[in-house]
């Protein structure tokens, strides 16, 4: 039987379109459907639409009555002739993800079919090679359900009352801590903009880095100013390592930079602030930005890992990039000095020779700790163990 449905009165200018799109849909292209209205000149417009849509079209009388039969166009026709598909959303299927985004994809979600004619949007960074991580979507998922708000997460109502000293190396570890934080949020941020939507997940890692970098600050500044302080000291060879980073301009080494070698150091440097901490308050932000900062580092690891396995040639410009930054900060003075000993202070506990000898040995003990991790997310990326340990080895001063 010849499908048909009745518009009646309604008009194309009143949505009877979807009445014919919705019958058109349920049968195969090269099938017709049957028509009829009762509306003024429902037959012209109905013409007129299928000739905007691609679905041709014929005037018949059956038994007396007007009926407009209309053929389903091909699936291409109409203002989808010539229309691009952009992957799959999910990208476990096969082909999901391009390996080079077209800058006609624009801003369309993965998946979408594109209509021809779209305006071509450039982004610098749109392949795949570039930027993507097979994990980015876990990765993601486990940064959203581990957010934390800072106004609940922390008690900043516990109480305690540090001696002058002690609560001033608390501050200037803190200041030293929130300017390496910036420059954590504006790596990510920067390339953020530059990653074609196609590779949204990547996107999605990027943005939330961003959010927990930002969060750090939040957290860190409102400590500093808990007992009525102003930050310490900030140092232009500190500002100087960390503008080395902000110029990289190759995102995968960037995230090698900051991710891998200087947030995985900063990962350590957390972990000894909440061991040696004087008050809840300082080890509470500890714990809670040590685990943002390992999710960075593992996101830095899972896409340099998948870039080094097709491109294993890579090694080369990672280690140039670390000799490279080792050289420009020659004449920099590395790690704030008072940061340092601020860092002595808190391990030692107590202003007394044998505890400031003890608070040194656990400092020194820190760097070496520092070293062998890099060492070993070194050597997971397929360095060897004398070229991880002498990469190693030359990772700033400044730790991040």
């Known amino acids: 039987m010849q499908p048909t449905i009745d518009i009646e009165a309604l008009g194309f200018d009143a949505g009877a379109h979807l009445l014919v799109k919705h019958g058109l849909q349920q049968i195969a292209p090269g099938e017709s459907l049957d028509v009829t209205g009762t509306g003024a000149g429902w037959d012209g417009q109905l013409g007129a639409w299928c000739r905007s849509q691609g679905h041709p079209c ?3 009388d059956v038994d007396g009555c007007k009926v407009v039969r209309v053929t389903r166009g ?3 026709a109409g203002r989808w002739r010539a229309a691009l598909h952009s992957g799959h959303a999910d990208p476990r299927i096969d082909g999901a ?6 800058a006609q994809w624009g801003l369309a979600a993965r998946g979408a079919t594109v209509e021809a004619g779209s305006p071509a949007m450039q982004f610098r960074l749109d392949q795949k090679e570039e930027v993507w991580a097979e994990r980015a979507a876990d990765l993601y998922a486990q940064a959203a359900a581990a957010q934390w708000d800072p106004e609940t997460a922390i008690d900043w109502k516990a109480d305690f009352s540090l001696p002058d000293m002690v609560e001033d190396a608390v501050v200037q570890v803190l200041t030293y801590m929130i300017e390496n934080e910036v420059a954590a949020l504006v790596v990510p941020a920067r390339f953020l903009g530059q990653v074609h939507p196609h590779y949204r997940e990547v996107q999605a890692v990027l943005a939330i880095q961003v959010a927990d970098e930002a969060r750090h600050i939040e957290v860190f500044t409102r400590r500093v100013r808990l007992k009525g302080r102003e ?3 900030s140092t232009a060879g500190g500002q100087s390592s960390l503008k080395t980073l902000l110029d990289e301009q190759d995102f995968s080494v960037a995230e090698f930079l900051l991710s891998v070698l200087g947030e995985g150091t900063f990962v350590s440097l957390l972990h000894f602030l909440h061991a040696y901490a004087p008050d809840p308050v300082t080890r509470q932000i500890a714990r809670l930005a040590a685990r943002d900062e390992a999710r960075h580092v593992a996101f830095g690891m899972t896409h340099l890992a998948a870039r080094l396995e097709r491109e294993p040639a890579f090694r080369t410009r990672l280690a140039n990039a670390v000799q ?3 050289d420009a900060l020659a004449a920099s003075s ?3 000095e008072e940061v340092f000993d601020a860092l002595i202070l808190l391990a030692a506990g107590e202003l007394t020779p044998g505890a400031i000898a003890a608070g040194y040995l ?3 003990q820190l760097m070496v700790d520092m070293a ?3 060492q070993s997310r070194l050597e997971r990326l397929g360095f060897s163990k004398a070229q991880a340990r002498q990469l190693s080895a030359l990772h700033t001063r400044n730790f991040m």
């Not at 993800?97 to 077209?102: L, P, R």
């Open 58 to 60: 014929a005037a018949l």
């Open 74 to 76: 091909g699936a291409s």
């Open 97 to 102: 993800v391009a390996t080079q985004a077209k």
């Open 231 to 233: 930050p310490g000291l």
């Open 324 to 326: 490279s930054r080792n």
């Open 334 to 336: 590395g790690l704030n």
């Open 362 to 364: 656990r400092v020194q």
């Open 372 to 374: 062998e991790g890099r």
